[in-house]
């Protein structure tokens, strides 16, 4: 049964056409695995184990009659706690919101719904999803699978950590400064952030360029499946793509290709094992014919900080402050930080310095990437944090605890939330001596995710990820 629950989506729903697998059979099996490992690591929230199975009945039947929905008929799904479903909860893992239900559901998840998609669960994050790291008064620690005593990184971390330990096959995440990509780099996983636009946004975030929605995966190929199924235009988002690029189909060809690599992005200070590891990936890339060259950018880490601070403060940061401000006593110390950033960056003048310096951050990386196919960096300048609020004061992040801006020390995520239109993929890269995962990131063009997937399916191919139970957490 445990391999049967890290059975991939791209086989599993082959399997389904073919009728050598149901559905049920594929949701029992996930639902056994979290028997097992959930008492442990915590990734999973409002469980529906029971109406999932007879979703499960119903797409089996359609699998018989030849008429599933779409490519993620059948396939078990765990959605992040923040994603709205009229009528579920949705407390954004917060005790100031501990009785909310939606009123609406988001375009994603509908689309998920119409394609038949089996959401057996939702999935961990911090509180209002501001940090990058996982745990909460509400919901507790998640841990990592493959070392319980570290942290599974955020703000989709119950999503990462879902997949590692093989209680989902597919899991949605959201990203404003990392959130898919931290927790892909922490779990041993595969994120992706797509162009901005690409998979459609509720209000307030559909006009807030640092936000995305993205896929989760064990494999590219997954990835890949799960972003074509969601990708277009929605009436609901007007800065929602009506052709946006398909990746499902893209080969794994990059002889030929110039790879930009920086370990430091002009600024980070990277732990020796991440550095070591993301070298192991260029040279996967180099092995595969592509040419990859170490590179300055051309940025600076205090503008991209200082102008990642300007914009929370005036939209997420503002969001939490009005919560806050009724419900504060509840709320856990980061959500609190994050509500205060408004008196640090904000001011008369701050939204106009702050697009001034994103500017200068983009003319850098679109000038690099002139001459260069794709950008390969770090997704972190370390591995994982300790698990709970014990992460708050590793010092390999600086303290940030004491910080207006949580982790900004350590994530090498933001300026791709600044620079929006670049999609960027965290692909597994190695282990840490603590024996968890560590990720880099492929960073594309402006609305180039084929590219993206096409190095991915390079390195993934010469650096396998979890295909094999000897690749899999040992839970």
Request: hydrophobic share 40%.
């Amino acid at each position: 049964m445990s391999d049967l629950a890290y059975l991939s989506a791209v086989d599993a729903a082959a399997a389904f056409r073919d009728r050598s697998l149901s559905p049920v059979e594929l949701l029992e099996a996930v639902i056994d695995r979290a028997s097992v490992t959930e008492p442990t690591i915590n990734s999973l929230v409002w469980p529906r184990f029971d109406e999932a199975m007879a979703e499960a009945r119903e797409s089996e039947h359609r699998h018989v009659r030849g008429v599933p929905h779409g490519p993620l008929d059948g396939i078990p799904l765990a959605v992040k706690e923040e994603m709205s479903f009229t009528g579920r909860r949705c407390t954004q893992a917060s005790l100031a919101l501990k009785d909310e239900v939606a009123d609406h559901t988001h375009p994603v998840g509908q689309r998920l719904i119409d394609g038949g998609a089996i959401i057996h669960a939702r999935t961990t994050q911090p509180e209002f999803a501001c940090a990058g790291f996982t745990w909460s008064k509400a919901f507790g620690v998640t841990r990592n699978p493959w070392n319980t005593g570290f942290d599974v990184g955020g703000s989709s971390g119950g999503a990462g950590a879902a997949l590692a330990s093989g209680v989902t096959t597919l899991a949605n995440g959201s990203d404003i400064g990392g959130s898919i990509r931290i927790p892909a780099s922490c779990c041993g996983i595969v994120g992706h952030k797509p162009t901005f636009g690409t998979w459609p946004q509720e209000p307030p975030f559909t006009l807030d360029q640092y936000s995305h929605e993205g896929p989760m995966a064990r494999t590219v190929a997954d990835c890949a499946l799960f972003h074509d199924a969601i990708a277009g235009v929605h009436p609901g988002d007007n800065l929602s793509l009506r052709n946006p690029q398909r990746v499902s189909d893209v080969g794994s060809d990059v002889r030929g290709w110039k790879v930009a690599l920086s370990i430091e992005l002009d600024g980070w200070d990277v732990d020796p094992d991440v550095r070591a590891n993301t070298h192991a990936v260029a040279q996967a890339l180099r092995d595969a014919g592509a040419e990859v060259e170490e590179v300055s950018i051309g940025w600076s880490r205090e503008e991209i900080i200082t102008a990642a601070a300007i914009h929370y403060a005036s939209i997420f940061g503002a969001y939490i402050a009005e919560v806050a401000a009724a419900h504060g006593d509840v709320m856990t110390p980061y959500a609190l930080a994050f509500a205060e950033l408004g008196k640090s960056y904000g001011g008369h003048g701050a939204t106009l310095h702050g697009i001034d310096l994103e500017g200068r951050v983009a003319l850098a990386l679109g000038t690099l990437l002139e001459s260069y196919q794709l950008l390969l960096c770090p997704t972190l300048a370390i591995p994982a944090l300790p698990a709970g609020e014990a992460g708050l004061d590793d010092p390999r992040a600086n303290g940030f605890a004491t910080r207006a801006l949580p982790a900004a020390d350590h994530l090498m995520t933001i300026p791709f939330n600044i620079c929006s239109r670049n999609p960027v993929m965290s692909i597994p890269s190695g282990f840490s001596r603590d024996g968890v995962p560590t990720g880099a990131q492929i960073v594309g063009r402006t609305f180039s995710d084929r590219d993206v997937y096409t190095a991915a399916f390079a390195i993934e191919q010469r650096m396998p990820f979890m295909d094999v139970s000897e690749r899999r957490p040992a839970l």
